[in-house]
C-alpha cells in the first residue's frame, strides 16, 4: 500500500489518554516487584523469565472484574507455559531452527484463544516473544524448574496487582462481546484464518532470518504478527510503518542505555521507567511506545545473553524489516485470495 495522505495521517494520529496511567501503573509494579527480589537474592540473571511473567498484567486494559481475572489467569497460564517450552527447546544443539516451527504453533494456538476470549492487545505477540526468546538462549535441564517457578509466580503477582486494580474502578466494559465470540456466524472463518496468518508469519519470517544466518530471529517472528493482528489493509499497513520507525527510533535510545553498562538497582529502575512509557503510548500510538520498547527488549536480552551491541541493534533493526515485509505480504496474499472468483459462479 502506497504511503498515501490517509495513510500517513492515521500513521500520525496520537489517540485519547482513556486510562493509560492505570495500565501503566499496574505494568510497572508487576515488572519491579520481581526483578526487585530477584535482585535481592542475586539472581538477575532469570530476570528474563520473572519480565516475560510480567506480561500478564498488559492484558485486559479496558476489562474489569471476572473479565479481567479470566483473561488474566488464562494469560498467567499460557505466558508461563510458553518459557517453559521455550527453556525446553533450549536445551537442543538444534534449537535455532527447531524454535521457528515451534513458535508457529505458538503463535497459531494463541491467535486461536485470542479471538475466543477477546484479548486485549489481540494476537499472540508477547506469548511467541516469550518463547522464541527463551529458545534462543542454551539451557539446562535445572532451567525448567527455575523457569517455571520465576514466571510462574511474576505472572501469579500480576494477576494480584490487576485484581486490587478492578476494585478502584466503578465502571464495566460490555461482556458480550468476549462471552459470544463462539456464537457469532463468522467466527469459525475468521478464526481459522487468523491462525493459518499468524503460524505462517512465523514460519515464514523465523525461516528466513535463520537461514540468512542473523541472531535472534525471533524479533522477526515477533515483527510478522504484528501487522496480522488487524484484518483491515491500512490498520495492516499502520501497524508495519509503525513496527519499523518506532523500532528504529528506539534503537537510538538503546544504544544510548546499551553503552551505560546498566547493571543492578540502576537497571531495574531503567526497566520500570521504559515499562511505565510502553504503556502509557501503546494504546495511544504504536510508534511512539515502540520507541521505549525496543531498548526495554534489548536490555532483558542483553542481560541473558550477552553479545556486542552493535550485533545486536542490527540484528533488531534488520529483523524487523523482514517480520514486517512478510507480515504485510501475507496479509496482501489473504485479500487477494477473498477476491479470487470461485469456480463455478
Not at 458480550?176 to 505462517?200: C, D, I, K, M, Q
Request: proline residues 6%; charged residues 10%.
Amino acid at each position: 500500500m502506497p504511503l498515501s495522505p490517509g495513510l500517513l495521517s492515521q500513521a500520525l494520529r496520537v489517540g485519547p489518554h482513556a486510562g493509560s496511567h492505570r495500565v501503566a501503573l499496574r505494568a510497572s509494579i508487576s515488572v519491579l516487584v520481581p526483578l526487585l527480589l530477584l535482585w535481592a537474592v542475586g539472581r538477575q540473571e532469570w530476570s528474563i523469565y520473572a519480565a516475560f511473567g510480567a506480561f500478564t498484567s498488559l492484558y485486559g486494559r479496558s476489562h474489569v472484574h471476572l473479565s479481567r481475572l479470566t483473561m488474566q489467569v488464562t494469560l498467567a497460564v499460557l505466558l508461563t507455559a510458553a518459557v517453559v517450552l521455550g527453556v525446553a527447546v533450549g536445551l537442543s544443539e538444534h534449537r535455532e531452527w527447531l524454535a521457528v516451527p515451534v513458535a508457529a504453533l505458538v503463535a497459531s494456538g494463541a491467535s486461536l484463544v485470542s479471538d475466543a476470549q477477546d484479548w486485549h492487545p489481540p494476537g499472540p505477540l508477547f506469548l511467541v516473544f516469550a518463547f522464541a526468546a527463551c529458545a534462543s538462549v542454551p539451557s539446562e535441564p535445572s532451567d525448567l524448574l527455575t523457569a517455571a517457578l520465576v514466571a510462574g509466580g511474576a505472572s501469579a503477582f500480576a494477576v494480584a496487582v490487576g485484581g486490587i486494580g478492578s476494585l478502584w474502578r466503578t465502571t464495566r466494559r460490555p461482556e458480550s462481546a468476549e462471552r459470544t465470540a463462539f456464537l457469532r456466524p463468522s467466527y469459525a472463518a475468521v478464526a481459522l484464518r487468523h491462525v493459518l496468518l499468524n503460524g505462517a508469519g512465523c514460519l515464514v519470517a523465523g525461516s528466513l532470518a535463520t537461514a540468512a544466518g542473523i541472531g535472534h530471529p525471533y524479533w522477526a517472528m515477533v515483527s510478522a504478527v504484528v501487522p496480522l493482528a488487524s484484518r483491515d489493509p491500512r490498520t495492516q499497513a499502520v501497524r508495519g510503518l509503525h513496527r519499523v520507525v518506532g523500532t528504529l527510533a528506539g534503537l537510538l535510545l538503546a544504544a544510548a542505555l546499551l553503552g551505560l553498562d546498566l547493571s543492578g538497582l540502576a537497571l531495574i529502575a531503567v526497566v520500570v521507567v521504559l515499562q511505565a512509557a510502553a504503556e502509557l503510548w501503546v494504546g495511544r500510538n504504536y510508534a511512539i511506545a515502540l520507541v521505549a520498547v525496543t531498548p526495554l527488549a534489548l536490555l532483558m536480552v542483553h542481560l541473558v545473553a550477552p553479545v556486542p551491541a552493535g550485533t545486536l541493534l542490527l540484528d533488531r533493526g534488520v529483523e524487523t524489516v523482514i517480520g514486517v515485509a512478510v507480515g504485510l505480504a501475507l496479509g496482501w496474499l489473504a485479500r487477494a485470495a477473498d477476491r479470487r472468483p470461485i469456480l463455478g459462479k
